[in-house]
């Protein structure tokens, strides 16, 4: 059973490798579960968060010291179950054997046949983040599930109250051969990093990334890692600013900027860049009159985030960076119950500042100029590629370069993260960014092994193709060597 208690490190590791070889015991004597146990595993995942949502939500408030009810039940909870609700709705068709055309055709005219079935990999490890922690637990458990495999989750340490939570509740609807709970600190992260598993999920930082990849490669575990970057919002001369700015605003203030694909930095031409401020000191007006003692402004996740943030505003002034604070009630967040910034565009922002140089995580947007779609192709480019990109107006070729001549991600266009929701649409990095896609089918596909399958037919045709060889078989190779 899951144990709500962080035991030691030594007894973590030995329960760590009795459940893996558990999991991985009973999925290779009990075989791949059928379409009724794999719903029914989905349906459980979706009751235990419905029934607990409450739970959730004050835990979630506790981790962060102020977060957003509102947006906990929109982020968190709805983005929990939507994507085990898509799984569950569309599981038979996802798990039906593929058809395949035979090459070359002649041989299934003669009953060849070849076809593609998805086989589960077996038992998935997910390390899930702490900006998200339900969703982006369930999101992935979603995908493993629907694919028929066992799962275990090691949840973030820097939501401690969500995380005892998620065990405590999962032991009430599963087994732990079928999905368990590892808790603790980087240790056992990593440690769980290096397990066996017959696929890993990673969502988190970059320079974690690296190390969970190197782990997962002592046993050449195939890995899905979902990491970040400075995602760009580009800003087109025919963009409309205050819908931009609103748009923009709500992505960047959302959870206080702590998430993945929130937009990190903006380049827009130099005559656009005043509108954009007024507008976007508007459309934080209108969401948040105030913030200091607002319910619905969230913290920052701990001190050492909201030094780090605060580290990242003082270094872009002391070189030159003008920083716009808005605070549309002017309050003192000097002296305050809970670490709280208010949201602050940098501009001037070079490339020496270390708000440049680092993904933010936080409510900074640091706006640069451009001269042409041509120079911000060029600076996106000579990034590492992010993992999402954004951009706001309404002409269609500057969209399409953009498209066609830069990596990333994903891409939304006139608005931000949304294709983050779009359940048939792949979500990864790319390069640094990540590696790998999920969510719905993708999602599916990515979790299941696809096993290639054919059918030889039973006439000797091909014998030709065994030595000695003879005149049938010259015959043959120049048929297929003709250009």
């Known amino acids: 059973m899951n144990r709500p208690v962080q035991p030691s490190i030594e007894e973590t590791k030995a329960r760590m490798s009795a459940i893996l070889d558990l999991q991985k015991r009973l999925q290779t004597s009990k075989g791949p579960p059928d379409a009724r146990l794999r719903k029914d595993r989905l349906t459980r995942a979706i009751n235990l968060v419905l029934a607990h949502k409450d739970e959730f939500l004050n835990a979630l408030n506790e981790d962060f010291g102020a977060r957003s009810r509102e947006m906990s039940l929109f982020t968190d909870i709805s983005g929990a179950i939507g994507p085990l609700k898509y799984a569950r709705e569309r599981l038979d068709k996802w798990m039906a054997p593929q058809k395949r055309a035979v090459t070359p055709s002649a041989l299934g005219l003669f009953g060849a046949r070849a076809e593609v079935r998805y086989q589960p990999k077996g038992v998935l490890g997910v390390i899930s983040p702490w900006n998200f922690p339900i969703s982006l637990a369930f999101d992935a458990i979603a995908c493993a599930f629907a694919a028929g495999n066992r ?286 896609a999920y969510h719905g089918h993708r999602g599916f596909i990515e979790f299941s092994h696809e096993k290639a399958i054919y059918r030889q037919i039973s006439a000797e045709l091909l014998a030709m193709l065994r030595p000695p060889y003879g005149a049938a078989f010259r015959k043959q190779m120049a048929a297929r060597l003709k250009p």
Not at 251 to 256: C, D, E, L, P
Not at 296 to 303: A, E, G, L
Not at 344 to 364: H, K, S
């Open 151 to 436: 799962v275990m989750l090691k949840p973030s340490e820097y939501t401690p109250a969500t995380s005892a939570l998620m065990a405590q509740t999962v032991d009430l609807y599963f087994d732990e051969d079928e999905l368990a709970v590892i808790q603790g600190g980087p240790d056992v992260g990593a440690a769980f990093a290096g397990l066996a598993f017959d696929h890993l999920i990673f969502t988190g930082a970059t320079n974690v990334g690296r190390h969970v990849m190197r782990a997962a490669a002592d046993n050449l575990v195939p890995v899905t890692l979902e990491l970040g970057g400075k995602s760009p919002v580009v800003i087109g001369k025919s963009a409309d600013l205050a819908k931009t700015a609103a748009r923009v605003m709500q992505g960047k203030t959302m959870n206080a900027g702590q998430i993945c694909l929130a937009p990190d930095y903006v380049l827009a031409p130099s005559e656009s860049v005043p509108a954009f401020i007024e507008a976007s000191k508007a459309a934080v007006a209108k969401m948040y009159p105030t913030m200091k003692d607002n319910a619905d402004y969230t913290s920052i996740i701990n001190q050492r985030h909201y030094d780090r943030i605060s580290g990242l505003i003082a270094d872009a002034k002391a070189k030159g960076g003008e920083i716009v604070t808005i605070n549309p009630a002017n309050e003192d967040f000097t002296q305050q119950e809970h670490r709280k910034i208010p949201p602050t565009i940098i501009l001037n922002a070079t490339d020496d500042m270390q708000v440049m140089q680092e993904e933010i995580f936080g409510p900074l947007l640091p706006v640069r100029t451009v001269a042409s779609i041509d120079g911000a192709i060029a600076e996106i480019n000579a990034r590492a590629r992010p993992l999402a990109l954004y951009y706001f107006g309404e002409d269609n070729a500057e969209s399409e370069a953009l498209l066609e001549r830069t990596h990333s991600g994903g891409v939304t266009i006139n608005d931000v993260i949304f294709h983050f929701a779009m359940d048939e649409l792949p979500f990864g990095g790319v390069g640094p960014s990540g590696m790998g």
